[in-house]
């Protein structure tokens, strides 16, 4: 493996701009190591030929991986779903238009979870994408390729999509930096819908460093999404070299209960000991209305799954079943029966029961109202904590078809995320140790708009561990 790929974005960046390195060479070693790497491990569903655009600014001449639910023009966006196999939007995304402004460029558009609906990439409709740490393990989803992309160094850096921890997932099982930014905080316009109210995109990265760097980069107000937030644009990587002497920590007992793995729970408190040992101090906490968090979000994000899926009629666009003999209905039926694979149909089934007429209120309804009890949970423990700590994920890994078949083990790994995405805060995912040599992930999580106190955290915790995050694949 050339050195080039083991440059971060920031430093790639740099080498670029000194004239030590060419954008178009650093380019064609990434593909490269695509060729030679992704035929086992599955990343991608879509690659890039050729650089689009030019290589100067913030991100000038790096091969940014695009998870395949962002919209980019000219080339294909799947959503890793039959219904879109073909579908080739005419327009970028903002995140995607942003990324090419500042001197990046799109290397392809990596596999996923159908329509963002799952926890380990293994609901494909292609195929299931393959941990490099250890391939009989899943990546985590839905952005599983993009987790896997950027710790096999088949891309610098990646954007994926958090609906209920699909960014943070990834990136712990992967052994990445996974962000999941407040609500409002990234354009969503040219991401394909999932759950409106909840789902945010976020960046992928290798280090705290780079992380801060994508942030500056895509995040910040834009007009076409009416959901994003006019507030005044930051330099995240200002808060990098800054410390945490006097935080103030909550550790919620919630977090660390029944059904967290011995490793990831030793691998938490670790932590936690080292930021005491940096100054700062730390109490347990509670939050008791998170124990409804799971069944909350799953009946909200199946219920707006249900609504925006409706559109997948096979006559507008997408996938279509032609058959003379079919009327409109049984067309209609066709197209999405054979178009959405079975994890899709299940929450449109589910969400289009809780939003029908005398079950509404009995369950969309009480499910926001958890949802205003779970934020308000957060609200009153941020009064009195700078920030909170958890797992990302209560378990490392698990086996390739280990838990496709059985749907509830499938959401249980959401448990330590979904809440975060209840209450629009932010929070990040840091590789923080192994347990039989798969990567374990810390959560970070703060107040609205607070990702610059969390990447500080983060940079300082990821200085004092010094990891090394090459997975077996990578360094062999």
């Given at each position: 493996?050339?050195?080039?790929?083991?440059?971060?974005?920031?430093?790639?960046?740099?080498?670029?701009?000194?004239?030590?390195?060419?954008?178009?060479?650093?380019?064609?070693?990434?593909?490269?190591?695509?060729?030679?790497?992704?035929?086992?491990?599955?990343?991608?569903?879509?690659?890039?030929?050729?650089?689009?655009g030019e290589s100067s600014g913030i991100l000038g001449g790096a091969p940014i991986a695009v998870k395949d639910n962002i919209c980019t023009k000219g080339t294909r966006t799947t959503c890793a779903s039959r219904m879109l196999e073909g579908y080739v939007p005419p327009y970028?995304?903002?995140?995607?238009?942003?990324?090419?402004?500042?001197?990046?460029?799109?290397?392809?558009?990596?596999?996923?979870?159908?329509?963002?609906?799952?926890?380990?990439?293994?609901?494909?409709?292609?195929?299931?994408?393959?941990?490099?740490?250890?391939?009989?393990?899943?990546?985590?989803?839905?952005?599983?390729?993009?987790?896997?992309?950027?710790?096999?160094?088949?891309?610098?850096?990646?954007?994926?999509?958090?609906?209920?921890?699909?960014?943070?997932?990834?990136?712990?099982?992967?052994?990445?930096?996974?962000?999941?930014?407040?609500?409002?905080?990234?354009?969503?316009?040219?991401?394909?819908?999932?759950?409106?109210?909840?789902?945010?995109?976020?960046?992928?990265?290798?280090?705290?460093?780079?992380?801060?760097?994508?942030?500056?980069?895509?995040?910040?107000?834009?007009?076409?999404?009416?959901?994003?937030?006019?507030?005044?644009?930051?330099?995240?990587?200002?808060?990098?070299?800054?410390?945490?002497?006097?935080?103030?920590?909550?550790?919620?007992?919630?977090?660390?209960?029944?059904?967290?793995?011995?490793?990831?729970?030793?691998?938490?408190?670790?932590?936690?000991?080292?930021?005491?040992?940096?100054?700062?101090?730390?109490?347990?906490?509670?939050?008791?209305?998170?124990?409804?968090?799971?069944?909350?979000?799953?009946?909200?994000?199946?219920?707006?799954?249900?609504?925006?899926?409706?559109?997948?009629?096979?006559?507008?666009?997408?996938?279509r079943e032609e058959d003379e003999g079919l009327d409109w209905s049984s067309s209609y039926s066709k197209t999405r029966g054979r178009g959405f694979g079975k994890e899709v149909k299940r929450r449109i089934i589910l969400g289009t029961f809780a939003l029908s007429s005398g079950?509404?209120?009995?369950?969309?309804?009480?499910?926001?109202?958890?949802?205003?009890?779970?934020?308000?949970?957060?609200?009153?423990?941020?009064?009195?904590?700078?920030?909170?700590?958890?797992?990302?994920?209560?378990?490392?890994?698990?086996?390739?078809?280990?838990?496709?078949?059985?749907?509830?083990?499938?959401?249980?790994?959401?448990?330590?995320?979904?809440?975060?995405?209840?209450?629009?805060?932010?929070?990040?995912?840091?590789?923080?140790?192994?347990?039989?040599?798969?990567?374990?992930?810390?959560?970070?999580?703060?107040?609205?708009?607070?990702?610059?106190?969390?990447?500080?955290?983060?940079?300082?915790?990821?200085?004092?561990?010094?990891?090394?995050?090459?997975?077996?694949?990578?360094?062999?």
């Amino acid at each position: 493996m050339g050195r080039t790929l083991d440059l971060t974005l920031y430093e790639l960046v740099e080498a670029i701009k000194n004239g030590s390195l060419e954008a178009e060479e650093v380019f064609e070693e990434y593909k490269g190591s695509i060729l030679r790497n992704d035929c086992r491990l599955k990343a991608y569903i879509t690659l890039i030929d050729r650089m689009d655009g030019e290589s100067s600014g913030i991100l000038g001449g790096a091969p940014i991986a695009v998870k395949d639910n962002i919209c980019t023009k000219g080339t294909r966006t799947t959503c890793a779903s039959r219904m879109l196999e073909g579908y080739v939007p005419p327009y970028d995304a903002t995140v995607v238009e942003r990324i090419k402004r500042a001197g990046g460029h799109v290397i392809g558009k990596t596999n996923m979870d159908e329509f963002a609906m799952g926890s380990s990439t293994e609901y494909s409709a292609f195929f299931p994408s393959r941990n490099p740490w250890n391939t009989e393990m899943v990546p985590g989803g839905s952005s599983g390729g993009s987790g896997v992309a950027v710790a096999a160094r088949e891309a610098v850096a990646a954007i994926g999509s958090d609906t209920g921890g699909s960014v943070r997932c990834p990136a712990s099982f992967c052994g990445v930096v996974g962000l999941k930014t407040t609500y409002g905080l990234m354009s969503r316009y040219g991401l394909v819908a999932f759950s409106n109210s909840i789902e945010q995109i976020g960046p992928m990265t290798r280090d705290v460093r780079d992380c801060a760097l994508i942030m500056n980069a895509v995040s910040g107000y834009d007009e076409r999404d009416g959901t994003t937030l006019n507030v005044k644009g930051e330099d995240y990587l200002s808060y990098l070299g800054k410390g945490i002497k006097g935080m103030k920590f909550g550790v919620p007992r919630e977090f660390l209960g029944e059904g967290t793995d011995e490793g990831v729970g030793k691998a938490v408190w670790r932590c936690v000991h080292m930021i005491e040992s940096m100054g700062a101090q730390w109490e347990e906490v509670s939050l008791p209305s998170v124990r409804y968090a799971l069944p909350a979000y799953y009946m909200i994000a199946m219920s707006e799954a249900s609504s925006n899926l409706a559109r997948y009629d096979g006559i507008r666009y997408g996938m279509r079943e032609e058959d003379e003999g079919l009327d409109w209905s049984s067309s209609y039926s066709k197209t999405r029966g054979r178009g959405f694979g079975k994890e899709v149909k299940r929450r449109i089934i589910l969400g289009t029961f809780a939003l029908s007429s005398g079950y509404y209120d009995a369950y969309y309804v009480k499910a926001q109202k958890v949802r205003t009890l779970i934020k308000n949970d957060f609200d009153r423990l941020f009064k009195r904590y700078d920030a909170l700590l958890g797992p990302t994920v209560p378990s490392t890994a698990f086996r390739l078809g280990e838990k496709v078949d059985d749907p509830l083990s499938m959401y249980m790994t959401d448990i330590d995320t979904v809440s975060i995405n209840l209450a629009g805060i932010p929070a990040l995912s840091l590789p923080c140790g192994f347990v039989e040599g798969l990567p374990v992930g810390l959560q970070i999580m703060a107040p609205p708009l607070c990702e610059g106190r969390i990447l500080t955290v983060a940079k300082r915790l990821e200085e004092e561990l010094r990891l090394d995050l090459r997975p077996p694949l990578v360094s062999g």
